[in-house]
T-cell receptor, first 113, second 109 residues
Framework: DGGITQSPKYLFRKEGQNVTLSCEQNLNHDAMYWYRQDPGQGLRLIYYSQIVNDFQKGDIAEGYSVSREKKESFPLTVTSAQKNPTAFYLC????????????FGEGSRLTVL | GQQVMQIPQYQHVQEGEDFTTYCNSSTTLSNIQWYKQRPGGHPVFLIQLVKSGEVKKQKRLTFQFGEAKKNSSLHITATQTTDVGTYFCAGGGYSTLTFGKGTMLLVSP
């Protein structure tokens, strides 16, 4: 059953702590993305990757970091430098960068206490 | 950078009424995609339009891409309660897609 798996679904963090969100896909897609969703703000791009060992900053990359060591995996770390990290985080993948359907994971909801 | 504006932000209709959401880009787009996100869910792809003036239909949904490839619309005929959710457009430009802020649709039975 192909798709994108995000974990954890819910996460609570204390201020000052880093947290890593997992994203795994078995669709054999080259491109992967991380979006942040806040109420009324739509989807804002954090980071994206077109190929293994390469990634690019999106519109709101400050306070986040990523890695792409394997084609299937694109974890996102929310660092303590992110001033307002409470949000819904969505991982997505596609066959190519600019065209073609985005497949989304079910999301990870991060709450900073 | 590229900006995609979507209106209205919110619409509440009675079941059976029609609904339309509009998307406008500050730049010419290579393609436009539409997604639906149910409450508590994740966005799901509906369609992609590529050609100038293109019109596509999916049952009660009609999607249009403007002649100048800078605007698009999604029209739902005779809404049903299952149409509830947020509809996003996403414009393709130089690199990644740029999403509009979405239109939240509520349908009362």
């Amino acid at each position: 059953d192909g798709g994108i798996t995000q974990s954890p679904k819910y996460l609570f963090r204390k201020e000052g702590q880093n947290v890593t969100l997992s994203c795994e896909q078995n669709l054999n897609h080259d491109a992967m993305y991380w979006y942040r969703q806040d109420p009324g703000q739509g989807l804002r791009l954090i980071y994206y990757s077109q190929i293994v060992n390469d990634f690019q900053k999106g519109d709101i990359a400050e306070g986040y970091s990523v890695s792409r060591e394997k084609k299937e995996s694109f974890p996102l770390t929310v660092t303590s430098a992110q001033k307002n990290p409470t949000a819904f985080y969505l991982c997505a993948s596609s066959t190519t960068l600019n065209t073609g359907e985005l497949f989304f994971g079910e999301g990870s909801r991060l709450t900073v206490l | 950078g590229q900006q995609v504006m979507q209106i209205p932000q919110y619409q509440h209709v009675q079941e059976g009424e029609d609904f339309t959401t509009y998307c406008n880009s500050s730049t010419t787009l290579s393609n436009i995609q539409w997604y639906k996100q149910r409450p508590g869910g994740h966005p799901v792809f509906l369609i992609q339009l590529v050609k100038s003036g293109e019109v596509k239909k999916q049952k009660r949904l009609t999607f249009q891409f403007g002649e100048a490839k800078k605007n698009s619309s999604l029209h739902i005929t005779a809404t049903q309660t299952t149409d509830v959710g947020t509809y996003f457009c996403a414009g393709g430009g130089y690199s990644t897609l740029t999403f509009g802020k979405g239109t939240m649709l509520l349908v009362s039975p």
